[in-house]
């Protein structure tokens, strides 16, 4: 089995009002010196077998599509090794 | 001669305003196709509307799921082809995540869900969804939306205000921090136009606050006929 995080965050030029909300919380909570907190999507996927290129290229295209809007946001994929 | 216009409207699971959207054309004098979500089809309508509500529970964001419905594929392909199509609300979203329409809309700035009767100005009177409309022209209609800020970034602005594709405009307070204040965009056609307020709660005095938002279902009939 293997699995394959894809994380998916706002591009910075996008205004994060989630994040910001936090932002106020964390220091209302007592943690100092936060300059600023963005909120983000983790999907980790578990998936049957060995991740060969074509199906880690098939992630891509779905982390650009279905998982991620490329108008707002970026993706990264990471491969779990455990 | 009189040909009734055939106008679909989409349900998606989770679609709320598939029958107000459906008396609307009713009342603007067309004929109301229900189309579902599933289907592979359009059943020959003259145009859609995709209505507003939450598709798929608004999960991962707001259309995304949508977007891959079955019916959607023809949708896309008839629209790049010049079909009429207007989204309302979460159909606004649906458009914007299949790129049929430019940018996204996200979370209102200040987090809440906004409901209220939004002033708006009708900033191009030209496409196929507001040509009842005069040029500059004010309207009332209901707004109700978590994600209804417009983002695109400052070049997409730029293009859609020059090539006049910023259909209306939010007057007095800019409800969601959309940039520009802007409601609603059209395609470079003209043939798809995506709005975030409701026209189609706003089309009888008795259950409207107004009724402003019949001109997007008249225009359409009109344009329909004459082309």
Known sequence: MARVIVDVMLKNEILDPQGKAVEGALARLGLAGVTSVRQGKSFSLELEGDIDESRLAQIHELAGSLLSNPVIEDYVIREDVR | ?227
Request: proline residues 5%.
């Open chain 2, 1 to 227: 001669m009189s040909v009734t216009m055939r106008i679909g409207v989409v349900t998606f699971p989770g679609s709320l305003d598939d029958r107000d959207a459906a008396r609307a054309i009713r009342i603007a004098g067309g004929e109301a196709i229900e189309l579902w979500h599933g289907d592979a089809d359009l059943h020959g309508v003259d145009a859609v509307v995709l209505p507003g509500g939450f598709s798929y529970g608004d999960y991962l964001r707001c259309g995304a799921i949508a977007r891959f419905a079955p019916v959607m594929g023809p949708l896309v392909a008839a629209a790049n082809g010049g079909l009429p199509v207007l989204g309302i609300c979460n159909g606004f979203q649906v458009l914007c995540e299949s790129h049929l329409l430019p940018g996204a809309l996200v979370r209102n700035t200040d987090l809440h869900f906004i409901c209220r009767d939004q002033r708006l100005r009708i900033e191009n009177a030209h496409t196929l969804w507001t040509s009842s409309y005069a040029e500059g022209q004010e309207i009332v209609v209901p707004l109700k939306n978590g994600e209804g800020s417009y983002v695109a970034d400052e070049s997409t602005l730029d293009m859609l205000e020059s090539e006049g594709r910023v259909v209306a405009r939010y007057i007095g307070v800019n409800p969601n921090g959309s940039r520009r204040d802007i409601a609603g965009v059209a395609n470079a056609r003209g043939n798809v136009v995506g709005i975030m307020p409701h026209p189609e709660h706003a089309v009888e005095a008795l259950t409207g606050p107004t009724t402003d938002g019949l001109g997007f279902f008249t225009s359409l009939l009109k344009g329909l006929v004459e082309a």
